[in-house]
């Protein structure tokens, strides 16, 4: 346990991010977790033993930690922000019943060309996000 809270302090020393409590405590949560959480689910997540951190201390934690690369914001459904401490290229699966969000390795789609596109456009990036059902909603529903 330890070896790891030295691990992220390094880490986030490593970016130029100087160490708070809070940001320590963001970081952390975001790197135990695989669900995307929201600004409120992890709020909601650090003060389960007593409260910590204010909603305001959070999103600048998180605006922190994004601005150095530690933590990507994640747009999977229209006007929800989520987070997600792993910055790897990968895509996502959303199930359109329960909300589960899933990583897709990066290398299980064929590398995507651009040439199509109309001329003045620059691609910088890109993500897939693949919508469907689940295999744990799809059982439930027979």
Known sequence: MQQQAD??????????????????AVYANLLERKDHPTAEQILQDL?????RSSQATVYSSLQALCQVNLVKAVLLEEGVCRYDANVNRHHHFRCKCCGKIEDIPWE????????RLRPGLQVEGYEVTVHGVCDRCEYSRE
């Open 47 to 51: 003060n389960q033993e007593a409260p």
């Open 7 to 24: 691990q992220i302090v390094k880490t986030m020393k490593s970016k130029g991010l100087r160490v708070t409590p809070q940001r320590f």
């Open 108 to 115: 299980d789609f064929p590398e995507m060309t651009f040439e």
